[in-house]
């Protein structure tokens, strides 16, 4: 195993962490009782700058918001090719005993405690999309009947909570959330794929802001 692979690995994952508090902080503050959330109007009925407010820390926290998200996928990019990085160092070239005009190579893996680790920390998944309608945002960002969510912008059951405070979560970050985007994690596949996603919520032709259907995991 490639000891300079691993330390990336490990501090791709404290950045990764990292980001992940920070998005929830903001997301939080943003999101308070009075607050205009993630992409609500600074502005009044009549069209002045709310009073109540703090316009320049919500402001800030937007844009930092926005940041975090976007830090965050390119994170999850490079973890992703870290890993490939490491398993493909846990093989070696193995020959195998046989006539001189026969030999054999053989990939085997290297046992290694590490590999325990390697085994992507991702959080578990909560849902599968079993609905994605034509035409819709979901389709746009590129999401699939079969997608297991990991994560959906600071919803995950290691920071939400159990399946129903991850789907309360989720209503309640969606219409606050329209025409910005909400980065999504989802396995794919058989085995499965870890593939980061951006989702707009929006009005479209069809219902709601989404246009797909996520299936709680039992």
Not at 19 to 45: C, F, H, Q, R, W
Not at 112 to 133: G, R, W
């Amino acid at each position: 195993m490639d000891p300079a692979a691993v330390e990336e690995f490990r501090k791709l994952d404290q950045e990764k962490n990292r980001l992940e508090a920070d998005i929830k902080n903001l997301y939080d503050y943003l999101t308070e009782d009075g607050m205009p959330g993630i992409s609500g109007p600074l502005v009044d009925e009549e069209g002045f700058p709310r009073g109540d407010i703090d316009l320049y820390a919500v402001r800030q926290a937007r844009h930092k918001y926005a940041v975090a998200q976007t830090d965050h996928m390119e994170v999850m990019k490079k973890i992703e090719q870290a890993i490939t990085a490491i398993h493909a160092s846990t093989k070696v070239h193995v020959p195998r005993e046989g006539p001189a005009d026969a030999k054999m190579e053989e990939d085997e893996p290297i046992p290694s405690a590490d590999n325990v680790l390697l085994q992507v920390k991702l959080t578990a998944p909560f849902a599968t999309i079993d609905e994605v309608s034509d035409g819709s945002p979901a389709q746009t960002a590129g999401l699939r009947i079969g997608d297991q969510i990991c994560r959906f912008g600071p919803v995950s059951l290691q920071d939400t909570g159990d399946l129903s405070a991850c789907f309360n979560a989720i209503r309640e970050l969606v219409p606050r959330s329209v025409g910005t985007a909400i980065n999504v994690t989802v396995l794919r596949g058989e085995p499965p794929a870890r593939t980061e996603l951006e989702l707009v919520p929006q009005q479209w032709a069809g219902r709601g802001l989404l246009g797909c259907h996520m299936d709680p995991k039992r």
